[in-house]
């Protein structure tokens, strides 16, 4: 490529300045982006525009480059950031709300998003100034207008080109707005065991000319049954209190889902073995705490009285036929009872 073909390149007379240069190529580069850019012939375009402009920025720069040699340009460490490859870096912080369930299991969750940035086309300004005079003014930058009943006449700025007296257009890839916004969307693995307040930094991606790393801030929802604290993740529940001192089966919310333990008699808070939050993340999970609170109906009913009362008379039989219990000993020594009140 010759320094004639590289302007051609760029749709560029020789003696453009330099920021009309680099304006020219960051537009061409907005247009042709793979990222963006769908048709066939959009990475065979973008390669040479960015030879075009690495070309001319060498030639500029007073770097001989050999004509005939298609390597790539030796990196420019002084200005890397205006090298045709480079990718602006851009970090996005936000925060993502997860079940505890979700933390307790690890999860994948897809997310959604957009950031805006300065329009490269036309540097953020929303329209590009163009070679031919404005119209308004007719180049001039100025505009007479008549005061006093046209007895006197000012001078003032052109409105349409800020008194430059150049024509300019409407940013076509911003529509005048002088920023663009890129949307992106990442599909994003959350550890088991992963805690309120960590924060996950997420490798980057390329979106249209950006870098965009993800910086995650990790907050719980409220869970309807389950509560993480110091001693672990726990639950506490009503139980029905027959059942209880039956020492029947309930049903028990866990993480993940439901499963069945069995009541025991007098016993309140019960630990399921590796149920509970990891802890260390990745690692293996502590218990899940259930706490019941047995819950007696306030008025029983004619059948629940009938029920206990044969539920008390069975038992008292039962104390009796073991006289060495404690219940049947009690009993008897009560029996005996002469208490002392006075010599
Ligand atoms: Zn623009
Ligand atoms: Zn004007």
Not at 53 to 61: E, L, V
Not at 69 to 77: F, I, S, V
Not at 87 to 97: D, G, K, L, Q, W
């Amino acid at each position: 490529m010759d320094i004639q073909e590289a302007y051609q390149a760029l749709g560029l007379d020789p003696g453009v300045d330099d920021a009309r240069l680099k304006a020219a190529w960051r537009r061409l580069v907005s247009a042709w982006h793979p990222d963006r850019n769908k048709s066939a012939e959009a990475a065979r375009r973008m390669a040479h525009i960015n030879k075009a402009y690495d070309h001319i920025r060498q030639i500029r720069s007073g770097v001989s480059v050999p004509s005939d040699t298609e390597a790539p340009a030796p990196a420019d460490t002084s200005d890397a950031s205006e090298t045709a490859e480079t990718f602006e870096a851009r970090t996005e912080s936000r925060t993502v709300h997860l079940t505890l369930d979700q933390a307790v299991l690890g999860c994948v969750r897809s997310l959604r998003g957009r950031f805006t940035h300065g329009c490269r086309a036309c540097e953020g300004q929303g329209q590009r100034v163009l070679d031919s005079a404005c119209q308004a003014c007719a180049g001039r930058g100025s505009v007479r207008r008549a005061a006093l009943f046209g007895w006197l006449w000012t001078q003032e700025d052109c409105a349409d080109c800020a008194g430059q007296g150049r024509a300019r257009e409407v940013c076509g890839d911003c529509g005048g707005a002088g920023e663009r916004s890129v949307k992106y969307r990442r599909s994003v693995r959350f550890p088991a065991g992963v805690r309120a307040g960590d924060v996950l930094t997420v490798p980057s991606t390329r979106h249209e000319g950006f870098e965009l790393s993800l910086e995650l801030r990790v907050e719980f929802e409220p869970h309807p049954f389950f509560i993480l604290d110091e001693a672990g993740l726990r639950c506490e529940m009503p139980v029905d209190g027959y059942a209880w001192m039956a020492q029947r089966w309930v049903d028990v919310p866990v993480p993940g889902g439901v499963q069945q333990m069995r009541l025991q008699r007098e016993a309140l808070v019960y630990r399921l073995r590796g149920q509970g939050f990891p802890l260390t993340p990745k690692g293996e999970r502590g218990d899940f705490i259930v706490k019941v609170l047995p819950q007696f109906p306030e008025d029983e009913d004619e059948a629940v009285q009938e029920a206990l009362d044969r539920l008390v008379a069975a038992s008292a039989r039962a104390a009796e036929a073991q006289a060495r219990s404690p219940l049947g000993e009690w009993r008897r020594r009560l029996g005996q009872w002469q208490p002392k009140l006075g010599d």
